[in-house]
T-cell receptor, first 114, second 114 residues
Framework: GDSVTQMEGPVTLSEEAFLTINCTYT??????LFWYVQYPGEGLQLLLK?????DKGSNKGFEATYRKETTSFHLEKGSVQVSDSAVYFC?????????????FGTGTLLAVQP | DSGVTQTPKHLITATGQRVTLRCSPR?????VYWYQQSLDQGLQFLIQ???????AKGNILERFSAQQFPDLHSELNLSSLELGDSALYFC?????????????FGQGTRLTVV
């Protein structure tokens, strides 16, 4: 079945450092890809999305490009802030199926130190 | 604020008991999804309802059931509770059920079984 694999955390960075969180997927169809963020004590918030190959999703300085050839959707940010500390989830949704339920990776904890 | 409301925020109950979690989707959204987030299993899709009818089932135990009412709110019923059912239960909603649509998450209900 469809699945998402994320790099293990925690990831600890200093403020203004460059961030990459790796995400690869396995899917039989043509999924949409998402990054969700979960701040401490809160629900999941959609950070960015891409619906087809070569699409780039971006929001709040974060970017991710849908790479079909490498089945990847890595999250990047050029300069992280302490306020970016959270758990980041990569997810996919099966387009065109009977449901667009999300399949999540295990999540990656990011801790940014001042 | 995602527009998805979950109640209660916290619930502590004893093993063997039954509880009901409630979710009000965003105005106009027809699909409701339930997810369980636990330390050992991560984020797992449980079940989806679309406009009152069950659309998809995931890793939902037989002791668990859900329904979506005519006003589109949904309830997740958990019975014969076990210690391992302790988790964060999220509800999400989206406008449609089968084509691409991003999901908006509530803040979750934290269930503790003692």
């Amino acid at each position: 079945g469809d699945s998402v694999t994320q790099m293990e955390g925690p990831v600890t960075l200093s403020e203004e450092a460059f961030l990459t969180i790796n995400c690869t997927y396995t899917a039989t169809g043509y999924p949409s890809l998402f990054w969700y963020v979960q701040y401490p004590g809160e629900g999941l918030q959609l950070l960015l999305k891409a619906t087809k190959a070569d699409d780039k999703g971006s929001n709040k300085g974060f970017e991710a490009t849908y790479r079909k050839e490498t089945t990847s959707f890595h999250l990047e940010k050029g300069s992280v802030q302490v306020s970016d500390s959270a758990v980041y989830f990569c997810a996919l949704s099966d387009n065109g199926g009977a449901t667009n339920k999300l399949i999540f990776g295990t999540g990656t904890l990011l801790a940014v130190q001042p | 604020d995602s527009g998805v409301t979950q109640t209660p925020k916290h619930l502590i109950t004893a093993t063997g008991q039954r509880v009901t979690l409630r979710c009000s989707p965003r105005s106009g959204d027809l699909s409701v999804y339930w997810y369980q987030q636990s330390l050992d299993q991560g984020l797992q899709f449980l079940i989806q309802y679309y406009n009152g009818e069950e659309r998809a089932k995931g890793n939902i135990l037989e002791r668990f059931s859900a329904q979506q009412f005519p006003d589109l709110h949904s309830e997740l019923n958990l019975s014969s509770l076990e210690l391992g059912d302790s988790a964060l239960y999220f509800c999400a909603s989206s406008p449609r059920g089968g084509d691409f649509a991003e999901a908006f998450f509530g803040q979750g209900t934290r269930l503790t079984v003692v």
